[in-house]
């Protein structure tokens, strides 16, 4: 899994509370993205940066918001607004410079809403 | 809109025999493709991609992908399977825009000894 490490590797949350999901990445990326991973669906992407304090949404972003006030972390809140937040979540870092410079995957975080 | 497309949801072979795990694609521009392996509770590990020029590209751990430009296909090949190779396979397309990956449905491989 490379340089990027995510925590907590497992995660509860109750119905109605905000949870925050870490992500912090050694490789000197400038760009990081997070991922929600469910069954059958693949990979969808909730928020993206590309540069410090500036952050991007992505296909799924509601119910989620993020920050990136250091180069090597970019923390995900599920908020209370995200119907269904059970789901296995992905950090990922790469180069900045061309779209063929593949992503690095930290570990994962599971989520579940008890 | 681009699109990846995982045709099977599954893929069975004995260990040592050739195996093929199918992508098609549909992206504007110039493909970049990418294939990536999850072991059960993973994050997914990098394979390999391509770029441009041969279309016979080698990855890691004796994988290779055959790319298609007329078929729009990206096919991930190991000439002999193992055990280990068990996990799911992802295939993933960008376009020449903002470096936003798309990624198929998967494809459990699941290698018989």
């Known amino acids: 899994d490379g340089g990027i490490t995510q925590s907590p590797k497992y995660l509860f949350r109750k119905e109605g509370q905000n949870v925050t999901l870490s992500c912090e990445q050694n490789?000197?990326?400038?760009?990081m993205y997070w991922y929600r991973q469910d069954p059958g669906q693949g990979l969808r992407l909730i928020y993206y940066?590309?540069?410090?304090?500036?952050?991007q949404k992505g296909d799924i972003a509601e119910g989620y918001s993020v920050s990136r006030e250091k180069k090597e972390s970019f923390p995900l809140t599920v908020t209370s607004a995200q119907k269904n937040p059970t789901a296995f979540y992905l950090c990922?870092?790469?180069?900045?410079?061309?779209?063929?410079?593949?992503?690095?995957f930290g570990p994962g975080t599971r989520l579940t809403v008890l | 809109a681009q699109s990846v497309a995982q045709p099977e949801d599954q893929v069975n072979v004995a260990e040592g025999n050739p195996l093929t795990v199918k992508c098609t694609y549909s992206?504007?521009?110039?493909?970049?493709l990418f294939w990536y392996v999850q072991y059960p509770n993973r994050g997914l590990q990098f394979l390999l991609k391509?770029?441009?020029?041969?279309?016979l590209v080698k990855g890691s751990y004796g994988f290779e992908a055959e790319f298609n430009k007329s078929q729009t296909s990206f096919h991930l090949k190991k000439p002999s399977a193992l055990v280990s190779d068990s996990a799911l396979y992802f295939c993933?397309?960008?376009?020449?825009?903002?470096?936003?990956?798309?990624f198929g449905t998967g494809t459990r491989l699941l290698v018989s000894p």
């Open positions: 940066s590309q540069i410090v304090n500036d952050f």
């Open positions: 391509y770029i441009t020029g041969d279309n």
């Open positions: 490789l000197n990326h400038d760009a």
């Open positions: 990922a870092s790469s180069i900045v410079g061309g779209p063929y410079n593949e992503q690095f």
């Open positions: 992206v504007s521009g110039n493909p970049y």
């Open positions: 993933a397309a960008m376009n020449t825009g903002f470096q936003k990956l798309v």
